[in-house]
């Protein structure tokens, strides 16, 4: 008899990680939860989440213990808030605010550390036992996490940038006590002296303090902005569940009654008033109103629906009473789905392992067996106790990750610096690796390429019209209204003197009608004159067309049964969009315009700005599944846009771009934000991860580089630990120097066109 093999499909299990450091760490529980069979592990230690995929006979509890075992905390994620709960994003991080105090103090006890290492003429009477005071508590407690992480890895038999950051404040500090109490280094009036050749030394009149209490600030410094990066991540849910109305006003037997929106089923009747959001995808029943549908088709002019029209959930009404059947509720609405799909693309995007994490994989453990070797070799020579120690203690000072730990933290600190003086958020390293291999990117139209905004681009009066009287009629007749369209109007018509109308009736989802100095005056849609039996003259009907073809919005002026003026309003684009584009192309890049408007208002809007590949007609799963497609033919992609819409594909994109005016769920689902409204920010900030990384990567090679010339030299006994300091330092100058280059970056002068 064979076996039966279970073919059930495996569970998902989303599980938050605690403890994890680096991205050594994160490849560490993948390993371990991967040993257990059947079990797939996927962490992104960006968000601090491991998605696993496991039999249904692994129970969750052993895949915590699994964790647990490996050194890390798990449990499960909390839910995101509703949206009547208080935003967690305004609340303090206890863990956070512990880290930030932490660097405060740590860098306030090493700069005068620093200062008296460096500057030999500020070395006072006993200069090096204030030093001391002023370093234990920055290697002590300041460096603790970096020496628990350490022991947890020697517990475990493995080593990440922890254990040489902790080998080497151990070391320089422990080396530094010695000197002091047993050395002449604490001496009245010792000061650093520094030999033009390397000689052998026993070095017990060195002191390292500064490289123990530098190496600590930094370290813990570049942590402290991969922390606050990583807790905005679970905002991006919690502001699509906020999209969703918290109760609905439930229609039964002909009377209204006020429940909570987790209580509606399919076929419930809601009324749905103006102001208010719809809370289920449904039809339309009855009544005829304007809908907002920005936040999830990304559409700029407003949706007019009747009796058999769907709407989902999220949308606002922006003008009469509608009465909607529920034909999805809870789970199953659009925006639900659109949470869903931002959840599985962050949790599917795995963090870029550091450089400086792949190369400590297998130099830590190679430093410590030279540092060992070392010792053992001169004591075998007939060297002094001292000597030989000596000898493996300058191995260690000259391997001390000072450049390595610099390397990023101040080219990351800088670059990012730098980016918010010019408008541009950039969340942590991960990001400058995954910018560079970038080769296309999306751009939404409303809010991003254009203004999001509705204006009057053309008034075309009829023969024997003026365009000014006609305008003032228009904008009396709307002056009442909250419609875009009617905005828009009355926006364009600014400082004139309106003429009184009396008797105005808005016909919702059509136009308004009134009568004007004695005459009867109909504003609208093309539809309502039409039935109206109003006459359209050639030229009014050639203007209709014509803004048509554009992709406007049209209302048309009537007066005494015939059309007066056609006006057109259009979502307008940005001055600098064509320039943004242009910028794009310069930096070898696809762009590509993703919208949920029609296939004319895109052809206009990528015409004007100069781009050739359109998607259009694109709902939020679509434009996720475009970024998707692209990306399984090998494309890098970045995603530029702005509404909540856009966040499931700046979600699944390689690299998300989010404009600072737009939602604060396209914000959180990014992992750039502009604050500046500008197009042409997105190619600033391409150009500065860019740049950043570059730096990041010279910083790291010329550290690792100096390691690897420096170590053989200490190991022979040729480079006494206060010499193998200063070349430290020196390697951390000019770390620091190139880093701080990036300050020089400045932004393209783009041109505007107007």
């Known amino acids: 008899m064979t076996a039966e093999v279970s073919t059930a499909p495996p569970v998902r299990t989303d599980l938050e990680v605690g403890g994890m450091t680096c991205g050594a760490c994160a490849r560490r529980v993948e390993r371990v939860l991967r040993r257990l069979d059947g079990v797939g592990a996927e962490v992104n230690y960006a968000t601090g989440r491991v998605a696993v995929d496991h039999p249904a006979t692994v129970a969750v509890a052993d895949l915590v213990a699994v964790i647990e075992k490996a050194g890390y905390t798990a449990a499960s994620p909390a839910p995101p808030a509703g949206p009547a709960a208080p935003d967690e994003q305004d609340r303090p991080d206890p863990e956070l605010r512990a880290l930030r105090d932490r660097v405060r103090v740590c860098a306030a006890l090493t700069v005068p550390v620093l200062l008296l290492a460096m500057v030999p003429p500020w070395q006072f009477t006993h200069w090096q036992w204030a030093s001391l005071v002023l370093a234990a508590p920055v290697a002590v407690w300041g460096a603790w996490p970096l020496h628990r992480a350490a022991l947890r890895n020697l517990r475990h038999g493995t080593s990440t940038m922890d254990t040489l950051v902790s080998t080497g404040v151990v070391a320089s500090f422990g080396w530094s006590l010695h000197a002091l109490f047993l050395g002449s280094a604490g001496f009245p009036g010792h000061t650093h002296t520094l030999g033009a050749a390397p000689v052998w030394s026993d070095g017990t009149g060195a002191v390292y303090l500064e490289v123990a209490a530098t190496v600590t600030t930094l370290v813990l410094a570049g942590r402290h902005a991969e922390a606050r990066a990583r807790r905005r991540s679970g905002a991006a849910l919690r502001g699509l569940v906020a999209l969703a109305a918290s109760d609905a006003a439930l229609l039964r037997d002909g009377r209204e009654e006020r429940v909570p929106a987790d209580r509606l089923a399919v076929g419930d009747r809601i009324v749905v008033r103006p102001g208010e959001r719809v809370a289920v995808d449904g039809v339309v029943e009855d009544g005829v109103s304007a809908l907002d549908t920005s936040p999830i088709t990304g559409e700029s002019l407003p949706r007019e629906v009747g009796p058999g029209d769907e709407v989902s959930g999220g949308t606002l009404n922006a003008g009469g009473r509608l009465v909607v059947r529920a034909t999805r509720v809870g789970a199953d609405r659009q925006v639900a789905q659109m949470a869903a799909l931002v959840e599985r693309a962050q949790a599917g995007t795995a963090a870029v392992a550091r450089l400086a994490d792949r190369i400590c994989a297998w130099f830590v453990p190679a430093v410590l067996v030279l540092a060992a070797a070392t010792a053992g070799f001169w004591s075998g020579a007939g060297a002094s106790t001292v000597g030989a120690l000596g000898a493996a203690v300058a191995v260690l000072v000259v391997a001390c990750p000072c450049a390595l730990g610099l390397a990023t933290p101040t080219a990351l600190l800088v670059g990012t610096g730098r980016g918010a003086q010019l408008g541009i958020l950039v969340t942590g390293p991960q990001v400058l690796e995954t910018v560079r291999r970038v080769d296309t990117v999306l751009l939404d139209k409303t809010g991003t390429l254009t203004s999001g905004e509705m204006r009057v681009t053309r008034v075309s009066p009829a023969a024997g019209e003026d365009t000014e009287e006609v305008l003032a009629v228009a904008a009396a007749l709307e002056s009442a209204s909250a419609h875009p369209v009617a905005r828009a109007v009355v926006a364009h018509a600014a400082g004139r003197t309106l003429p009184d109308v009396r008797?105005?009736?808005?016909?919702?989802?059509?136009?308004?009608?009134?009568?004007?100095?004695?005459?009867?005056?109909?504003?609208?849609?093309?539809?309502?004159?039409?039935?109206?039996?109003?006459?359209?003259?050639?030229?009014?009907?050639?203007?209709?067309?014509?803004?048509?073809?554009?992709?406007?919005?049209?209302?048309?002026?009537?007066?005494?049964?015939?059309a007066r003026a056609v006006f057109a309003v259009a979502d307008t684009v940005r001055p600098t969009a064509a320039a943004a584009v242009a910028g794009l192309r310069r930096l070898g890049l696809d762009p590509v315009l993703l919208t949920g408007d029609g296939e004319a208002v895109a052809r206009s809007v990528a015409a004007q700005v100069g781009i050739d590949a359109v998607v259009a007609d694109a709902l939020p799963t679509d434009k996720a599944a475009a970024v998707r497609r692209l990306q399984e033919h090998g494309h890098v992609v970045a995603v530029v846009g702005d509404g909540v819409n856009d966040a499931p594909a700046l979600a699944q994109a390689d690299v998300g771009i989010a404009m600072g005016s737009g939602a604060d769920v396209a914000l959180h689902a990014c992992d750039v934000t502009l604050v500046r409204a500008d197009p042409t920010?997105?190619?600033?900030?391409?150009?500065?991860?860019?740049?950043?990384?570059?730096?990041?990567?010279?910083?790291?090679?010329?550290?690792?580089?100096?390691?690897?010339?420096?170590?053989?030299?200490?190991?022979?006994?040729?480079?006494?630990?206060?010499?193998?300091?200063?070349?430290?330092?020196l390697s951390s100058v000019f770390v620091v120097g190139n880093s701080l280059c990036l300050r020089r970056f400045r932004p393209c002068p783009y041109p505007v066109t107007v």
């Open 681 to 729: 920010a997105a190619v600033d900030a391409l150009r500065l991860c860019r740049r950043t990384h570059a730096t990041i990567r010279g910083n790291l090679g010329w550290a690792f580089a100096y390691n690897v010339a420096a170590l053989p030299v200490a190991a022979a006994g040729l480079l006494n630990p206060m010499l193998a300091g200063a070349a430290m330092a």
């Open 503 to 562: 008797d105005p009736v808005a016909l919702d989802g059509l136009g308004v009608t009134g009568t004007v100095d004695g005459r009867e005056v109909l504003f609208g849609r093309v539809a309502l004159l039409v039935e109206r039996g109003v006459e359209l003259p050639p030229e009014v009907r050639d203007a209709v067309a014509g803004a048509q073809r554009e992709g406007a919005s049209v209302a048309v002026l009537a007066r005494d049964g015939r």
